[in-house]
Nanobody, 125 residues
Framework: QVQLAESGGGLVQAGGSLRLSCAASGRTLRRNPMGWFRQAPGILREFVAGITGSGATTYYADSVKGRFTISRDNAKNTVYLQMNSLKPEDTAVYYC??????????????????WGQGTQVTVSS
């Protein structure tokens, strides 16, 4: 079993920055792609960013490209999401997830097997 715990969310003004962390436990995940998703009220959970197990490949949703950066530290079994130039429309609960059966990034939430509990990000205008 894999447990994921997100942290780093909070309230920030538009234009500000936050860094989310996702710490994994239960097993090492250095070969598994991981993703960040977000869900705003009344909206389906959407893909934000993904990273391969080695960290060599990343992929972003168009809405965050150039503002968000995903990275990972396999020695710490942790994935990060650096969010800059935040906008009110970035307000959502942010979740990290692991894709345990494949080694490629997916943008589809149904292809991720383990999820954290989420952390709230609120961007005020």
């Amino acid at each position: 079993q894999v447990q994921l715990a997100e942290s780093g969310g909070g309230l920030v003004q538009a234009g500000g920055s936050l860094r989310l962390s996702c710490a994994a436990s239960g097993r090492t995940l250095r070969r598994n792609p991981m993703g960040w998703f977000r869900q705003a009220p009344g909206i389906l959970r959407e893909f934000v960013a993904g990273i391969t197990g080695s960290g060599a490949t990343t992929y972003y949703a168009d809405s965050v490209k150039g503002r968000f950066t995903i990275s990972r530290d396999n020695a710490k079994n942790t994935v990060y999401l650096q969010m800059n130039s935040l906008k009110p429309e970035d307000t959502a609960v942010y979740y990290c997830a692991v894709r345990s059966l494949y080694e490629t990034i997916s943008t589809h939430r149904d292809e991720y097997d383990y999820w954290g509990q989420g952390t709230q990000v609120t961007v005020s205008s």
